[in-house]
């Protein structure tokens, strides 16, 4: 099945988006950004997802499990997970691989595997030698941000940023605490109010920088709806609110199937689901099939689908 | 397929470089015959070849000031094919969006190059290959570069005219961050941040090897660029075979010293002239086209009159 196919009156989901993820998949088990690209963690994660979550899971049983399957794989020997199949160090997807695998209840050794290097990975902003650098630089007014906080990576050591504290921050709150390592509570506390620190006057998030030289720094959906999500136990929070006022004044601008698909899982889960997704979702893959991506098409898939069980759980 | 065993010439055993300079005032100008029209006094190697775009797409700008304005990039995509490129991509990984079919449909870039499906390469979640950095001046030693690049045979650096509130500007060389994947370094992009700015723009530039450079300095910025700053009218565009010639040559534009700017004092030792005696200068002066850009006080020092 093409994902150029045109929807026509059928379902979107059924007909067209579920079918290019299922045919996407490579033969190692894994899914590429695109169909016919190498396997790469994060799409196969959210591949994963959106077949799991769909209502005809038992069709896509044997997907699932190689998909699961390619990923156990894909762990490091530090208990971290590379983007790319030879890839040597881990980053910002071992959050992503640990969601995926719990969520099918997969592989939770090598979950807890995961968290535990979750737990001892530190931004470069922590250390010693960073706080003491930055504190004699001449530049250290020109970001405001409280560097005390710290959040997760993209990277081993480099700064906190919005959207890989929010996949941790998300992880941590599905996965039992059983499975949780040592200081995990800690870290998830530093990593919420680093949030809340690095959020833009007036609600919303960027990647996070809120003010550079004095300007306020824009916000930006993608950014927004994952820490959003991941401070869904905190919604009464004036913060929470002003943000998702800015996502709902902001929905109907969005130009983008990947943005518009989380913004309406983010409001879906904070129980103000805005109307005609699917009408929505059609008329912007009809503009340029998503780009064959992956990760669109998932997401895509996860939003028309049933509410996940990772979106609105409680912290346990 | 772009040669990745190519050596790093000092500069002093390099032939002098071209960089033009033209007039533009609108974005509404024929700049698909003004282009093509220069570009033909380069004679450049592109028949038959695959020829990618690299513009400068950061993010949703609702002045039209932070971005290549997709009408420069359209006449470019024209010119190249109109001179014989079998294939033009335009290729683009932004460092602040992850949305980049969202940017781009925000920006309207279908409007002056056509349907996107074919024509656009997002390359934040390309293919890539480990490929060893031909310099070692940042802490990087080998970088992860898309495989569309790699398999491209004439890559044009597109940036916007535009200051920078840590590397002092932002032109071709730097615009060339943008090929590196974020899903191998973030959005934004920042291990290259924490491998050293203005070195990892060296090593990136004596990697990838930009071929050609059009900077889009119709309306440009200046202040607290590359986002945040203020639009300023350069009324220009500027075209050249050797990306440091054009970035020093839009630097002495915008009346800042591109000797006193780190990065591009280090990139004319290795990657291209800095010097204007080695800068064949070609359409307008420099002197006919100066406009003062304001920077940051931070960078006060880069200014001619300082």
Redo the contacts between chains.
């Keep these: 099945m093409s994902i150029s196919r045109a929807p026509g009156r059928g379902s979107l989901l059924q007909d067209v988006l579920l079918p290019f993820l299922h045919k996407g998949q490579n033969e190692d088990g894994g899914w590429?950004?695109?169909q016919g690209?190498?396997s790469?963690s994060?799409p196969t994660c959210w591949a994963i997802e959106a077949l799991g979550n769909s209502q005809r899971t038992g069709d896509f049983k044997s997907a699932i499990e190689r998909g699961c399957r390619w990923l156990s794989q894909m762990q490091l020997p530090d208990g971290s997970w590379p983007?790319?199949a030879?890839?040597r160090t881990g980053?910002?997807v071992t959050a992503l691989a640990c969601l995926a695998l719990y969520e099918r209840r997969e592989s939770l050794d090598r979950v807890a595997q995961g968290l535990l290097w979750l737990c001892k990975e530190r931004p470069?902003e922590g250390g010693l030698w960073w706080r003491l650098r930055h504190q004699l630089s001449r530049?250290r007014s020109?970001v405001r941000q409280d560097s005390s906080l710290v959040g997760w990576?993209?990277?081993p050591?480099?700064?906190s940023?919005v959207?890989?504290t929010s996949y941790s921050l998300l992880v941590f709150r599905n996965v039992p605490e059983q499975l949780h390592p040592h200081g995990a509570r800690n870290r998830r506390e530093l990593g919420e109010r680093m949030l809340y620190d690095r959020m833009c006057a007036g609600g919303g998030w960027?990647?996070g920088n809120p003010l550079?030289?004095g300007?306020a720094?824009?916000p930006?959906?993608?950014p927004t709806v994952w820490a959003l999500l991941a401070l869904e136990g905190h919604s009464d929070r004036p913060e929470n609110c002003a943000s998702l006022g800015w996502l709902e004044r902001n929905y109907r601008q969005?130009?983008?199937?990947?943005?518009l698909a989380l913004a309406y899982l983010c409001l879906r889960a904070y129980n103000r689901p805005p109307l005609d997704l699917e009408r929505d979702v059609k008329r912007l893959y009809e503009?340029?099939?998503?780009?064959?991506?992956t990760?669109?098409t998932a997401w895509a898939s996860i939003a028309l689908g049933p509410q996940s069980k990772w979106v609105g759980a409680p912290a346990k | 397929m772009r040669d990745a065993n190519h050596f790093v010439l000092p500069s002093f055993d390099r032939p002098p470089s071209r960089v033009a300079i033209r007039r533009a005032s609108h974005y509404e100008d024929d700049l698909a015959a003004l282009i093509s029209e220069t570009l033909l006094e380069f004679k450049l190697p592109i028949q038959g070849k695959t020829v990618l775009l690299k513009p400068n797409f950061v993010?949703a700008d609702a002045k039209g000031v932070i971005n290549t304005h997709p009408a420069v990039v359209g006449a470019a995509r024209e010119s190249f094919l109109r001179l014989g490129a079998q294939k033009v991509i335009i290729a683009e990984g932004p460092g602040?969006?992850?949305?980049?079919?969202?940017?781009v449909?925000?920006i309207a870039l279908k409007d002056y190059v056509g349907?996107?499906?074919n024509t656009?390469v997002?390359l934040n979640?390309?293919?890539?290959q480990?490929v060893p950095t031909r310099t070692r001046a940042s802490k990087l030693k080998e970088l992860?570069l898309p495989e569309t690049l790699l398999n491209s045979d004439f890559v044009v650096s597109m940036p916007k005219l535009k200051t920078h509130?840590w590397a002092g500007v932002t032109l071709s060389l730097k615009n060339m961050f943008g090929v590196l994947p974020g899903?191998?370094?973030?959005?934004?992009k920042?291990?290259l941040?924490?491998a050293g700015l203005t070195r990892s723009i060296l090593d990136i530039n004596s990697t990838v090897r930009p071929d050609f450079a059009i900077v889009d300095g119709i309306v440009g910025m200046e202040g607290?660029g590359p986002i945040?700053g203020t639009p300023k009218s350069g009324g220009i565009i500027v075209l050249g075979d050797d990306p440091v010639a054009v970035d020093a040559t839009c630097t002495r534009i915008m009346a800042l010293v591109p000797e006193r700017v780190g990065y591009l004092a280090n990139a004319g030792l290795l990657l291209g002239h800095l010097k204007e005696d080695k800068i064949q200068q070609l359409g307008e002066s420099v002197t006919s086209v100066r406009t003062p850009f304001q920077v940051?006080d931070?960078f006060g020092r880069l200014r001619a009159d300082a």
């Design positions: 590429g950004y695109r690209h190498r790469s994060e983007s790319f030879g890839q980053s910002w470069g530049r020109l990576s993209w990277t050591g480099t700064a940023w959207e890989p960027n990647s550079v030289y300007v720094g824009e930006r959906v993608i969005i130009r983008g199937p990947g943005s503009t340029n099939h998503f780009f064959r991506d990760l669109v | 993010e602040h969006e992850r949305d980049t079919e969202g940017l449909e925000m349907p996107l499906s656009f997002d979640v390309d293919d890539i480990l992860y509130h899903n191998c370094y973030g959005w934004p920042n291990l941040h924490w607290n945040q940051l931070e």
